[in-house]
């Protein structure tokens, strides 16, 4: 059974920094791209960034690009999102996801429960 | 960007069908993957590369696409249906996943 359990979400102010990490279990991890969806309160789902299986090739939504960055430790089974510059609209439910192959662009087969992230002074 | 358009809010009666359409440019040459989201919960995958049912999922879910519309067809509906659905898509010109604005499907 595929288990991804997110953690280190928190309150920050604005301009702070975190880093979420996603522990995944269940599965040959480093056989499938992995990514970070988030959800505003309230609001829908929003694609945040990915990774390929090896961690050789990073994807980023255009809101996020710059400010975070996603990279995963094949050998733990951890997938991490680096959050800088962290701004009010980043407050949001971060869910870790499972891909469906190695490589980005098929489907998000498992998810994780999400951490929440706030940003506010 | 590419953006998927899905109607705010489907009402529908048990036992009968709702159907969800999914909105975009082309939408037909893409892969069209389905999420169910209820209250307080991770999303759920119902339906990938456009028709396909992940296992555990009902048959009475179904989906289907072409032209510039997707579809996401509930047959027999029931109370427990009743949550968000998202539509997605890999948008390949820009290497990122996009996601449909989001239905609420209300059980009458």
């Known amino acids: 059974e595929v288990q991804l359990l997110e953690s280190g979400g928190n309150l920050v102010q604005p301009g702070g920094s975190l880093r979420l990490s996603c522990a995944a279990a269940?599965?040959?991890?480093?056989?499938?791209?992995m990514s970070w969806v988030r959800q505003a309160p309230g609001k829908g789902l929003e694609w945040v960034s990915g990774?390929?299986?090896?961690?050789?090739?990073?994807y980023y939504a255009d809101s996020v690009q710059g400010r975070f960055t996603i990279s995963r430790d094949n050998s733990k089974n951890f997938l991490y999102l680096q959050m800088s510059s962290l701004r009010a609209e980043d407050t949001a439910v971060y869910y870790c996801?499972?891909?469906?192959?190695?490589?980005?662009?098929?489907?998000?087969?498992?998810w994780g429960r999400g951490t929440l992230v706030t940003v506010s002074s | 960007s590419y953006v998927l358009t899905q109607p705010p809010s489907v009402s529908v009666a048990p036992g009968k069908t709702a159907r969800i359409p999914c909105g975009g440019n082309n939408i037909g040459s893409k892969s069209v993957q389905w999420y169910q989201q209820k209250p307080g919960q991770a999303p759920l995958l119902v339906i990938y590369?456009?028709?396909d049912r992940p296992s555990g999922i009902p048959e009475r879910f179904s989906g289907s696409s072409s032209g510039n519309t997707a579809t996401l067809t509930i047959n027999r509906v029931e109370a427990g249906d009743e949550a968000d659905y998202y539509c997605?898509?890999?948008?390949?010109?820009?290497?990122?996943?996009?996601f449909g604005t989001g239905t609420k499907v209300t059980v009458l």
């Open positions: 996801a499972k891909d469906g192959s190695f490589e980005m662009g098929t489907t998000l087969h498992s």
């Open positions: 990774v390929n299986g090896r961690g050789s090739s990073t």
């Open positions: 269940g599965f040959s991890f480093s056989s499938y791209a």
């Open positions: 997605q898509v890999w948008e390949s010109g820009s290497d990122q996943y996009v």
């Open positions: 590369y456009d028709t």
